[in-house]
């Protein structure tokens, strides 16, 4: 499986030639998730789910289909009948020939006076790659690759490493580090790499590794 990092929190599989990307937002490159098989969004955030662009792509390729939770499948529905699909925790779906499971129900909190909002994680391939949107959701299976969200309003870096150390994978990428800047990465690094138990990797946005 080909493994593409895209802006902030999007990324990209591939495999047997065909693509599937997970929550290209407003932060990620505007053709994020042009010519994608499949769609999958976490949840109704602008950095995860940019409706303008997704229909754009939607309306060029009329065999895209999206998968997400329902506060963003309502938005799109009655647009492309047929083709958004609602999932919830525990809900299992097969996208572009990628299995995925869906773990998760809410939103990491940003504050106690903000309600807290859906959010659901995707388990691809039977554990092959995790990516929790944004939340510190653990799969009940071993996850391979962890997409790690190390950089947002609403966690700190004891958090994040404590989650690497809860999911234990093998592996664990960057994601949600838009915010981050290249003078904080080398702390980030060193303190997730050491402190964390996996291996520790970032990725470029726009550069690729297999999984």
């Not at 990620?28 to 792509?57: K, M, N, Q, W, Y």
């Not at 958004?84 to 809900?91: A, F, L, P, R």
């Not at 299992?92 to 859906?118: C, K, M, N, S, Y």
């Given at each position: ?15 047997d ?9 407003v932060f990620s490159?505007e053709?994020?998730?042009v010519?994608?098989?499949?769609i ?9 789910f ?10 060029a390729g ?7 939770l329902k ?13 958004v699909?609602?999932?919830?925790h525990?809900?299992t ?9 869906v ?18 994680g995707?388990?691809?391939?039977g554990?092959?790659?995790f990516?929790?949107g ?7 299976r071993?996850?391979e690759t962890l997409?790690?969200?190390?950089m947002?309003p609403?966690?700190?870096?004891a ?5 690497v ?10 994601i949600?580090d838009?915010?981050l800047t290249?003078l904080?990465?080398?702390i ?5 790499g050491?402190l ?6 970032r990725l ?8």
């Amino acid at each position: 499986m080909k493994l593409t990092k895209k802006s902030h929190a999007c990324i990209r599989l591939e495999k047997d030639g065909r693509a599937l990307v997970i929550d290209p937002g407003v932060f990620s490159e505007e053709d994020a998730a042009v010519g994608a098989d499949a769609i999958l969004i976490t949840h109704e955030h602008p950095d995860h789910f940019d409706e303008e662009r997704l229909r754009v792509v939607l309306e060029a390729g009329p065999a895209t289909e999206v998968w997400t939770l329902k506060s963003v499948a309502d938005r799109l529905t009655a647009a492309f009948p047929g083709r958004v699909h609602t999932v919830g925790h525990g809900d299992t779906f097969t996208a572009a020939g990628f299995d995925v499971q869906v773990h998760g129900e809410l939103h990491a909190e940003i504050h106690p006076d903000i309600p807290r909002i859906t959010n659901v994680g995707y388990l691809v391939d039977g554990g092959r790659v995790f990516h929790p949107g944004d939340a510190l959701t653990v799969p009940d299976r071993p996850v391979e690759t962890l997409m790690l969200p190390v950089m947002a309003p609403w966690n700190k870096i004891a958090e994040v490493i404590e989650y690497v150390r809860e999911v234990k994978p093998q592996r664990a990428y960057d994601i949600h580090d838009a915010l981050l800047t290249d003078l904080a990465r080398p702390i980030y690094d060193h303190q997730i790499g050491a402190l964390g138990g996996a291996e520790h990797l970032r990725l470029a946005p726009g550069t690729s590794a297999e999984v």
